[in-house]
């Protein structure tokens, strides 16, 4: 049983920078295509971003990149995003999904999630 656990979440002004980490239990992180959602209030959950088995391949969605850098250890088996210059758009509860395939970007594309860690942008 894969089970994902992020933590990281809070409430930040607009322009801070914040880091959201996702510890993978049960399996190791180079198993699978590790991916970011968020999902703001009244919104669809969206794509952000996600990391390669090898880790050597990160794509993003447009709207978020240059401003979002997803890493991982896979000595901490975990993975992490950093969150550049916060904007108000960026509230959000952030979920980590674990799958298996290269490029997804579709949440049903992802097997395993997480329960998500909220983020909240004050202006």
């Known amino acids: 049983q894969v089970q994902l656990v992020e933590c990281g979440g809070g409430l930040v002004q607009a322009g801070d920078s914040l880091t959201l980490s996702c510890a993978v239990f049960?399996?190791?992180?180079?198993?699978?295509?590790m991916a970011w959602f968020r999902q703001a209030p009244g919104k669809e959950r969206g794509f952000v971003g996600a990391v390669s088995r090898s880790g050597d391949m990160k794509y993003y969605s447009d709207s978020v990149k240059g401003r979002f850098t997803i890493s991982r250890d896979t000595v901490k088996n975990t993975v992490y995003l950093q969150i550049y210059s916060l904007k108000s758009e960026d509230t959000a509860v952030y979920y980590c999904?674990?799958?298996?395939?290269?490029?997804?970007?579709?949440?049903?594309?992802?097997?395993?999630w997480g329960r998500g860690t909220q983020v909240t942008v004050s202006a």
């Open positions: 049960g399996r190791t992180v180079s198993n699978y295509i």
């Open positions: 999904a674990a799958g298996y395939l290269t490029g997804a970007r579709e949440g049903s594309d992802y097997v395993y």
